[in-house]
């Protein structure tokens, strides 16, 4: 297992539509196992394989951070297949540096995707974890967290992290 980099806003692999997973292999496999230890390691609740410059359809969430062996997701292909009720929480991305903020999403949601043996698994999850499911999946589409902001605050987070970054590069 390996500690993968985790890109940061404005990567654009970020912002790529990821592919579907046509076939578990071990290239999966590993990734998924680097992807569990790099989440572990930031440490955070969940991760996309696109955060970490592979766009394809596959993500981990743990809300233990590791605590729990039974808390920990993987999905693969996943797909929301309902929704349902709203919940606003504060939220925050390992892509998206120096930034909290609260978020209005479906306070329950049914995913359906496949388990690491290819078999069929669908999760229920309710507010955290429905957030967490959301958060992640958005990932997949090259959906930020920031994009379901007011359009104030997110130009004002883009413009920060401009001149953060323009100041680095010196
Ligand atoms: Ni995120």
Redesign the pocket.
């Known amino acids: 297992m390996a500690v993968l980099e985790i890109l940061k806003f404005p990567h654009p692999v970020l912002r790529q539509k990821a592919e579907p997973v046509a076939e578990i292999d071990d290239r999966i496999r590993r990734l998924v196992s680097d992807m569990i230890e790099t989440m572990l390691k930031a440490p955070g609740v969940?991760l996309?394989a696109n955060?970490v410059g592979v766009p394809v359809r596959v993500v981990v969430v743990d809300l233990s951070v590791g605590e729990d062996p039974d808390a920990r997701l993987v999905l693969v292909n996943p797909e929301i297949v309902c929704g349902e009720g709203s919940i606003c929480m504060e939220e925050g991305?390992?892509?998206?540096p120096d930034l909290r903020e609260n978020v209005t999403r479906c306070s329950r949601v049914v995913v359906r995707g496949l388990d690491l043996d290819g078999r069929p698994v669908e999760v229920e999850g309710e507010e955290l974890l429905a957030v967490a499911l959301q958060?992640?999946l958005d990932?997949l589409d090259g959906v930020?967290?920031i994009d379901h902001l007011s359009q104030l605050k997110r130009s004002r987070y883009v413009a920060k992290r401009k001149k953060l970054l323009a100041e680095a590069a010196g």
Do not use: D
């Not at 991305?93 to 998206?96: K, M, N, P, T």
């Open positions: 969940g996309a955060q991305c390992l892509s998206v958060h992640e990932h930020l967290f």
